[in-house]
């Protein structure tokens, strides 16, 4: 089955259509089966799929919060001097979480800078890349949890479309 069916399964919100892919034709997985095949994956995982495939919010605060630490280490280890300090990397940490779930939405980077607060200037010389790299923490997240259950799938000898 394919992963997507599954976070779909797990949730009753509907699929973010920007993100879905085909299922198989042999699909026959109940909705508690589906639960059954995420337990394990660590809940950042879980979180970073559900909100990715499913568009399910119900963890996207602790997803921030998650990603708010992520980036503060990368500000840190790297010497980053962010305009309004933490309030800045928390706004760049839920523009990801936004970005993620409404891909659409924020497309354009005068989106991202009115998000954040700064000018497209500053955005494109100085944050972008930086908030690339916040945003790919995210993405490797939301990898993580698609490679388990694809993993779990092929433990069940499950086909993949």
């Not at 706004?91 to 989106?111: C, I, N, S, T």
Request: net charge neutral.
């Amino acid at each position: 089955m394919n992963p997507i069916r599954i976070f779909a399964m797990n949730t009753a919100s509907q699929i973010n259509p920007l993100s879905v892919g085909r299922s198989t034709a042999t699909d026959k997985m109940s909705p508690a089966l589906a639960a059954g095949m995420s337990a394990g994956m660590p809940k950042v995982w879980y979180q970073a799929v559900m909100l990715k495939w499913a568009l399910d919010w119900s963890g996207a605060n602790d997803l921030e919060l998650r990603l708010l630490m992520e980036a503060a280490g990368l500000a840190a280890e790297h010497g980053w001097e962010p305009p309004k300090g933490e309030e800045f990397l928390r706004r760049m940490a839920g523009l990801a979480v936004a970005e993620m779930a409404l891909p659409a939405q924020f497309r354009q980077v005068k989106d991202k800078c009115e998000f954040l607060g700064i000018s497209p200037s500053t955005f494109c010389n100085r944050w972008k890349g930086r908030y690339e790299q916040v945003y790919q923490v995210l993405e490797s997240w939301s990898a993580e949890g698609y490679h388990y259950l694809m993993r779990k799938n092929i433990d069940r000898g499950e086909m993949h479309s």
